[in-house]
Every structure is written in structure tokens, then in C-alpha cells.
């Protein structure tokens, strides 16, 4: 079936700095979308990609979708501790209603 | 206010006794889904439904059940046939179709000595 992965797993920064996880899947996806899940929350919608090569962005946040489509990338510049969280990309294949949930990248920011 | 409530939050059960979680939406979407996660891991997609006495097997299904008899509810029973029934369920709807993002309810964490 469908994976996705997700690079790095954790990742601890100071604040101030920047941050990037990766999100690959062994499928071409119809679309990507983005998840922030704060500690002890639930996952909360940050962006839909659907376009190949698009690049979108959210104040500090960078989103990209590969142009294969199969390979998206969340940047964060100048992290803050309200960043603080687990990342998840989510992927979606041709025209299912369902997503496939990336393995997640938890990012810890300290002062 | 629109929302997805899940109740309750907290969950302990006894091993070998089924447990149903409840999930109910008034955001008038027609898909709904649960999710399994364990600690540090990704989301699972357990069983999810497109429409009202309709629902469809996810990754993980064994173990469960769950009905849609009404468009606002989609209750996940774990049975005792699950072997490892402790996480965080997550339920979630959205708008039909491929595109739009999924809402999710606060999640119910379950406990089985």
C-alpha cells in the first residue's frame, strides 16, 4: 500500500533558527496537505498543496510540492516557541476522500 | 458553533470488554473517519464512511466496528478482539471528494488493563 515518510523524526532547535521536514511518498499524489499537531492536541489543518512545483507560504512557514508530485517540504524560518509541535504530511491518491498520514516530525524549540 | 465533539476523554476499560467511542459532527459533512494514534507515531486510519450506512475498511481495521446510521455520528466500538487497544482515537470529518481539509475532534484516550 501507500507510505509515507517523513524526515527527521525530531528535531530540537534555539529559537531563532530555521527548520525543515521532508515528506516522501512512494506514490504520485493528487494532492498534499499539512498538519500541525501541538502537545497533547489534535492534528489542525495549515495548508493544501494540489499543484506540481507549487510553493506556498503562511508568514513564516514555507510549504513546496515536488514537481513528480511525490515529495513536499514544510520550512520554517526564524522558529518561535509557539512552533513547538508535530508536523504531519498527509497525501491523497487520485480522486479518494481519504488521506495517508506522513510518520510525523516533532519539533522542540528552546529559548 | 461548528465543531467535531468526541466523547469521552478519558477512557479505562478492563481487558476482554468492548468500548465504544462516540464521534458527532455538526459541520454537515458527509465523510467521517477514525484514526489510531500510539505514542510518537503518525495517524492510522481505522474505518472511514462517504455517506450516511456506508463505511469502508482503513489500514487497521481488525478489531473494530463502527455504524452510520445518522450523517452527524459515526461511533467506533473497539471489540475485544483487538490486541492492543491503548491509544489516542482521533475522529475527523471533511467535505466530500479528494480536495479539503479534515477536521478533527480533541480525540479520546483509551486504557485497557
Known amino acids: 500500500g501507500q507510505q509515507v515518510m517523513q524526515i527527521p523524526q525530531y528535531q530540537h532547535v534555539q529559537e531563532g533558527e530555521d527548520f525543515t521536514t521532508y515528506c516522501n511518498s512512494s506514490?504520485?499524489?493528487?494532492?498534499i496537505q499539512w498538519y500541525k499537531q501541538r502537545p497533547g492536541g489534535h492534528p489542525v489543518f495549515l495548508i493544501q498543496l494540489v499543484k506540481s512545483g507549487e510553493v506556498k507560504k503562511q508568514k513564516r512557514l514555507t510549504f513546496q510540492f515536488g514537481e513528480a508530485k511525490k515529495n513536499s517540504s514544510l520550512h520554517i524560518t526564524a522558529t518561535q516557541t509557539t512552533d513547538v509541535g508535530t508536523y504531519f504530511c498527509?497525501?491523497?491518491?487520485?480522486?479518494?476522500?481519504?488521506?495517508?498520514f506522513g510518520t510525523g516530525t516533532r519539533l522542540q524549540v528552546t529559548l | 458553533d461548528g465543531g467535531i465533539t468526541q466523547s469521552p476523554k478519558y477512557l479505562f476499560r478492563k481487558e476482554g470488554q468492548n468500548v465504544t467511542l462516540s464521534c458527532e459532527q455538526n459541520?454537515?459533512?458527509?465523510?467521517m473517519y477514525w484514526y489510531r494514534q500510539d505514542p510518537g507515531q503518525g495517524l492510522r486510519l481505522i474505518y472511514y464512511s462517504q455517506i450516511v450506512n456506508d463505511f469502508q475498511k482503513g489500514d487497521i481495521a481488525e478489531g473494530y466496528s463502527v455504524s452510520r446510521e445518522k450523517k452527524e455520528s459515526f461511533p467506533l466500538t473497539v471489540t475485544s478482539a483487538q490486541k492492543n487497544p491503548t491509544a489516542f482515537y482521533l475522529c475527523?470529518?471533511?467535505?466530500?471528494?479528494?480536495?479539503?481539509?479534515?477536521?478533527f475532534g480533541p480525540g479520546t484516550r483509551l486504557t485497557v488493563t
Open positions: 459541520l454537515n459533512h458527509d465523510a
Open positions: 475527523a470529518s471533511k467535505v466530500q471528494g479528494s480536495l479539503g481539509e479534515q477536521y
Open positions: 506514490t504520485t499524489l493528487s494532492n
Open positions: 498527509a497525501g491523497v491518491t487520485g480522486t479518494a476522500s481519504k488521506l495517508t
